[in-house]
T-cell receptor
Framework: NAGVTQTPKFRVLKTGQSMTLLCAQDMNHEYMYWYRQDPGMGLRLIHYSVGEGTTAKGEVPDGYNVSRLKKQNFLLGLESAAPSQTSVYFCASSFVTIEQFFGPGTRLTVL | GQQLNQSPQSMFIQEGEDVSMNCTSS?????WLWYKQEPGEGPVLLIALYKAGELTSNGRLTAQFGITRKDSFLNISASIPSDVGIYFC?????????????FGTGTRLTVIP
């Protein structure tokens, strides 16, 4: 059981570039989430999904899009990266309960 | 967004000492979760609390769901070097979406051998 995995682990982008972060889970969880973590702050929810084919906005959704085409995968997209999106991004998943399991994170720098 | 205030922000303790930290909110929570995050890793769930007054242990860790439902406490007994990390409280406030977690800003724990 790999749990929750994220690719890539690190990425550097220039302002205006686009990229997609991939999250995969092998626990057959219904719910998946994307968070960002900035220095000195807790995690903030970007978008989440309550099942295959569904997505919803979290606390800080602007500048991001997501897709959940398969139950085990949740993609986070940045269409036009900005320096304010420099952060560490965490994916998480859960059954239909609140106990979320997190991946190892992706460290993104936007120059 | 919701504000979850954790205190203290950081702690430096000697190995073997007990640790107490807390988390407070202006909103009522139905569930409190405590996570630990080590450098370069994602948060790991330590304890989940589901009703006011509940006291739950996980090894040397004990957490309590405050009676007012606006706070929670985490204690670590007989600290060891591997307890080093950042401890976060989290929870879904009432009316905020059943699975939408809000996180505190964390308590950074350093254990001196």
């Amino acid at each position: 059981n790999a749990g929750v995995t994220q690719t890539p682990k690190f990425r550097v982008l220039k302002t205006g570039q686009s990229m997609t972060l991939l999250c995969a889970q092998d626990m057959n969880h219904e719910y998946m989430y994307w968070y960002r973590q900035d220095p000195g702050m807790g995690l903030r929810l970007i978008h989440y999904s309550v099942g295959e084919g569904t997505t919803a906005k979290g606390e800080v959704p602007d500048g991001y899009n997501v897709s959940r085409l398969k139950k085990q995968n949740f993609l986070l997209g940045l269409e036009s990266a900005a320096p304010s999106q420099t952060s560490v991004y965490f994916c998480a998943s859960s059954f239909v309960t609140i106990e979320q399991f997190f991946g190892p994170g992706t460290r993104l720098t936007v120059l | 967004g919701q504000q979850l205030n954790q205190s203290p922000q950081s702690m430096f303790i000697q190995e073997g000492e007990d640790v107490s930290m807390n988390c407070t909110s202006s909103s009522i929570f139905n569930t409190w979760l405590w996570y630990k995050q080590e450098p370069g890793e994602g948060p790991v769930l330590l304890i989940a609390l589901y009703k006011a007054g509940e006291l739950t242990s996980n090894g040397r860790l004990t957490a309590q769901f405050g009676i007012t439902r606006k706070d929670s406490f985490l204690n670590i007994s007989a600290s060891i070097p591997s307890d080093v990390g950042i401890y976060f409280c989290a929870g879904p406030p009432i009316g905020g979406g059943a699975n939408n977690l809000f996180f505190g800003t964390g308590t950074r724990l350093t254990v001196i051998p």
